[in-house]
């Protein structure tokens, strides 16, 4: 199946600072890029709809200051907590559609390996 | 609106024993349904989906699950539990959103295999 990758698996920082997430698609252009949080022990929610080239689309609730999301090409979305608190602390699992087979259109989708960050 | 909910938290089984994860659902329309499951700090692989074919839908590592429009239920079964099988399982169903579709995730269910 397609691949994507998260990069960095696991990040720790000190709070007020900033961190960067990296989600490619490796074999496959992505017109769609899905970023999730995940809490221990629950479920996944998703945060915002990052479209290539064009402004992402925040769920209620979620600061789109503080996660700054950027997906300037077809294989590539970042995920930015700016200010971090340790309250952000969180599993973030990005997710991707293929373009060329639409499958978002049948709503599957591939999953990166998640990344946890940990902000002291 | 969609939704989907799933009935326990906690699953433990023996080894060789059956898996029966239980899901229901709620939506306006015909759903699209899916099973992911998610090993510990790892990403998500889809198992299996229902998108109004068959209703008795095969997966992959022989789970396979039953789409009831009666019961608006989703369950995820395996006849023999192995040891790999121990993990999180997502019950999901698309969210039909305009231009873009979204996947609504369960609270999720752990599975834990005993020797």
């Known amino acids: 199946g397609a691949v994507v990758s998260q990069h960095p698996s696991w990040v720790i920082c000190k709070s007020g600072t900033s961190v960067k997430i990296e989600c490619r698609s490796l074999d496959f252009q992505a017109t769609t890029m899905f970023w999730y949080r995940q809490f221990p022990k629950q479920s996944l929610m998703l945060m915002a709809t990052?479209?290539?080239?064009?402004?992402?689309?925040?769920e209620q609730g979620v600061e789109k200051d503080k996660f700054l999301i950027n997906h300037a090409s077809l294989t590539l979305s970042t995920l930015t907590v700016t200010s971090a608190h340790p309250e952000d602390s969180s599993f973030y699992i990005c997710?991707?559609?293929?373009?060329?087979?639409?499958?978002?259109?049948?709503?599957?989708?591939?999953f990166g390996e998640g990344s946890r960050l940990t902000v002291l | 609106a969609q939704s989907v909910t799933q009935l326990d938290s906690h699953v433990s089984v023996s080894e060789g024993t059956p898996v029966l994860l239980r899901c229901n659902y709620s939506?306006?329309?015909?759903?699209?349904l899916f099973w992911y499951v998610q090993h510990p700090n790892k990403g998500l692989q889809l198992l299996l989906k229902y998108t109004s074919a068959a209703t008795l839908v095969k997966g992959i590592n022989g789970f396979e699950a039953e789409f009831k429009k009666s019961e608006t239920s989703f369950h995820l079964t395996k006849p023999s539990a192995h040891m790999s099988d121990a993990a999180e399982y997502f019950c999901v169903v698309l969210f039909y959103g305009g231009a873009t579709n979204k996947l609504i995730f369960g609270t999720g269910t752990l599975l834990a295999v005993q020797p």
């Open positions: 997710s991707a559609s293929d373009r060329r087979t639409r499958a978002q259109r049948h709503g599957e989708l591939f």
């Open positions: 939506s306006s329309y015909s759903p699209s």
């Open positions: 990052s479209n290539e080239g064009s402004k992402a689309t925040y």
